[in-house]
């Protein structure tokens, strides 16, 4: 078993639609939990960080951390276009500034939002 | 504002021959840095770490080294290339003042090694 596991997708939906992506994980000592944006030929883009089990909120972007359940979820409201890219969910034991940050990832959901 | 450089965005190179690649980061001090790679159709997979200058540590054992020989310079090495080494390698930094620093990535260099 991995130790973080991606639903796979590929996703897709219209323009305006509520996305919903995640990740379960089975190592209990994950503390901190990332969302990244990738898009085609470029490097990862933090979209969300959290260290604690709630939803945290930026824009368009909900965030949600159930460290009982060990279940990560990002949403998407009134997605757009520009979201189409693949999102990758991260977490790790240590903070990234202590001496070994190492993140876990996910395997990755493309998600395209078509006009 | 803190910014990170990887070069060269692209690079295809025969087996056999040496590689590095190289990556810098601007607008902080004393960064942890770290080399990924990302396989297609596969997750990130960490590399290397570093926690100072000279400092390397190694994740996986393979065919490649690195090494920083400056507080914010980082580089990826390989005296010969295999076709396995074809990839798209990532830099990233965290803040090492900051116990709750996310990690931030560069844009990466796709190698093909034919």
């Known amino acids: 078993q991995k130790e973080v596991e991606q639903d796979p997708g590929p996703l897709s939906v219209p323009e305006g639609a509520i996305v919903s992506l995640n990740c379960t994980y089975s190592n209990s000592a994950f503390q901190y939990f990332m969302w990244y944006r990738q898009y085609s030929r470029k490097g990862p883009e933090l979209l969300m960080y959290?260290?604690?089990?709630g939803n945290k909120e930026d824009g368009r972007f909900t965030a949600q951390v159930d460290k009982s359940s060990k279940y990560i979820s990002l949403f998407i409201r009134d997605s757009q276009p520009s979201d189409s890219a693949t999102y990758l969910c991260a977490m790790s034991e240590l903070g990234g500034g202590t001496s070994y940050g190492k993140l876990t990832f996910g395997q990755g959901t493309i998600l395209t939002v078509h006009p | 504002s803190q910014t990170i450089h990887q070069w060269p965005a692209t690079l295809v190179q025969p087996v056999g021959s040496p590689l590095s690649l190289e990556c810098t980061v601007e607008?902080?001090?004393?960064?942890?840095l770290y080399w990924y790679r990302q396989a297609a159709g596969r997750g990130l997979q960490l590399l290397f770490y570093s926690v100072g200058i000279g400092q390397i540590s190694s994740e996986v054992p393979q065919n490649l080294s690195a090494s920083r020989p400056q507080d914010r310079q980082f580089i990826l090495s390989s005296k010969k290339l295999l076709l396995s080494d074809s990839g798209f390698y990532l830099c990233?930094?965290?803040?090492?003042?900051?116990?709750?620093?996310?990690?931030?990535f560069g844009n990466g260099t796709r190698l093909t090694v034919t």
């Open positions: 959290t260290y604690s089990s």
């Open positions: 990233a930094w965290s803040d090492r003042q900051r116990y709750n620093s996310p990690l931030h």
């Open positions: 607008g902080t001090s004393n960064p942890n």
